[in-house]
C-alpha cells in the first residue's frame, strides 16, 4: 500500500493491508464526476459530465438547473466509471474497498445529489462511506500521480475561495491567509462580464491577457495585513477604467489585471514560503489552471523550491481528487448519516 495509512471509521490513520480502491463522487457546483483511485495516487477510472453549455445561456450557474442536471447525469457517470474501472483494472463493484463524495462546501442542492447516490452505493455493496470537504479535495488533487508528501505549502485559488495553507503533514493544516471579500476565480468572472466576455469568463480573459501589455495600466493592489486578500477594490478599478474608453483595449485591460492578481498571490505565497523555510510549493484548484499564475508560481522553481500543480483536467472540480482526499486525509467525515454543508465550516 505505498506505505501510506488511511482513516475508515477512526481517529487515526489504520493500515488496511492490499490495494485500496476508493470510488468517490463529485457534484458540488456544476460537474457531475466519478472517479475510482488506487491507494490514493492512481486514477484507475475518471469521468466527468460538464454543465457550463446549460449554464452559459444564464452567464452563471443557476443553483435548481445545476441540481436537475446532476440527477438526470449521476447514474450514467456512475455506470461509465465502472465500465472504465473494469476495462482498466478488471475491477468489480464488489472490489471498491469504500465509497466517497463531496458533503460541502458547494450548492446544497447539488451536493445531496452526490452524497445520496455515494451513500447508497456503500450501503449496496456494504462498504464504509466517507464524506469529503471539497477544498481539502483541490490540495489532493496534487497527490495524483506523483510523490508529493507533505509538509508543504500551498495555494488554493478557486471560483469561492483563495487561501495560503501550511500543510504540516496528511492530516495537519493550517490557513495563514484567505480572501476578506472576492475570491480570485470570482473576480476573474466578475471582470470577463464587465467587459463583456462570454460564462465562464475566467479562461476566456486569460487566453485574452496573453496577447495583452501586462503592464499597459497600473491597478491597485488591496492593502490587507499579513497573508489575507482582497480582490474587490481591484474589481473596482477595472470598471473604472472600462468606463474611461470609448473603445475599451481589452487585450491590455486583461493583461494588467491579470499581472495584478498573479503578482499579488505570488509575493504573499513566497513570503509564506520563505517565512516557514518550506522547499515544497503546491498550486491547486480551478484557477491552479490560469497561465500566468501557474508561470509565477513555477518561477520559484529557479530558486530551488520544488513546485506541484495539478494536471488541468484535475485542477477543476473531479471525483478523483476526492477518492485522493479520502485516502490521505484523516479530516473527512466517516459516517454514513454525515449532512452536506455549503460553507466552510
Given at each position: ?59 452563471g450557474v443557476i443553483p435548481e438547473i445545476a441540481a436537475r442536471e ?24 464488489e472490489d471498491i474497498t469504500a465509497f466517497c463524495a463531496t458533503a ?186 490560469n497561465s500566468q499564475i501557474r508561470k509565477k508560481v513555477f518561477s ?46
Amino acid at each position: 500500500m505505498n506505505n501510506i495509512k488511511y482513516k475508515l471509521f477512526s481517529e487515526e490513520p489504520v493500515d488496511m493491508g492490499g490495494d485500496c480502491y476508493i470510488m468517490a463522487i463529485e457534484s458540488s457546483c456544476d460537474e457531475t464526476a466519478c472517479a475510482i483511485v488506487k491507494n490514493g495516487r492512481e486514477v484507475i477510472a475518471n469521468v466527468v459530465a460538464s454543465q457550463i453549455k446549460t449554464h452559459a445561456q444564464f452567464g452563471g450557474v443557476i443553483p435548481e438547473i445545476a441540481a436537475r442536471e446532476h440527477l438526470d447525469s449521476v447514474n450514467v457517470v456512475i455506470e461509465e466509471t465502472f465500465r472504465q474501472a473494469r476495462e482498466n483494472a478488471n475491477l468489480a463493484p464488489e472490489d471498491i474497498t469504500a465509497f466517497c463524495a463531496t458533503a460541502g462546501p458547494g450548492l446544497v442542492g447539488c451536493l445531496l445529489v452526490g452524497l445520496n447516490a455515494a451513500k447508497a452505493l456503500a450501503l449496496t455493496y456494504d462498504k464504509p462511506f466517507i464524506g469529503v470537504n471539497h477544498l481539502n479535495a483541490h490540495l489532493c488533487a496534487n497527490y495524483l500521480d506523483t510523490d508529493l508528501k507533505p509538509p508543504f505549502m500551498a495555494l488554493l485559488v478557486s471560483g469561492g475561495h483563495t487561501q495560503i495553507i501550511d500543510v504540516k503533514s496528511y492530516s495537519e493544516q493550517t490557513i495563514l491567509g484567505e480572501t476578506i471579500d472576492d475570491a480570485v476565480g470570482e473576480a476573474y468572472d466578475k471582470v470577463a462580464r464587465l467587459i463583456g466576455l462570454p460564462y465562464p469568463g475566467g479562461p476566456k480573459l486569460d487566453k485574452l491577457a496573453q496577447e495583452g501589455n501586462p503592464y499597459a495600466f497600473k491597478l491597485p493592489e488591496g492593502k490587507v495585513d499579513g497573508y489575507n486578500f482582497s480582490f474587490s477594490g481591484l474589481k473596482t478599478a477595472v470598471l473604472r477604467l472600462v468606463k474611461s474608453f470609448d473603445e475599451v483595449p481589452v487585450n491590455d485591460v486583461c493583461a494588467s489585471f491579470q499581472e495584478t492578481v498573479s503578482s499579488t498571490l505570488f509575493r504573499k505565497l513566497k513570503k509564506a514560503v520563505e517565512e516557514k523555510g518550506y522547499k515544497q510549493v503546491v498550486l491547486a484548484g480551478g484557477v491552479a489552471a490560469n497561465s500566468q499564475i501557474r508561470k509565477k508560481v513555477f518561477s520559484l522553481e529557479d530558486e530551488g523550491y520544488k513546485v506541484y500543480a495539478p494536471a488541468m483536467k484535475y485542477c477543476t472540480d473531479n471525483a478523483a481528487m476526492v477518492a485522493s482526499c479520502a485516502y490521505f486525509d484523516t479530516n473527512t467525515f466517516d459516517d454514513v448519516n454525515v449532512e452536506v454543508f455549503s460553507r466552510v465550516h
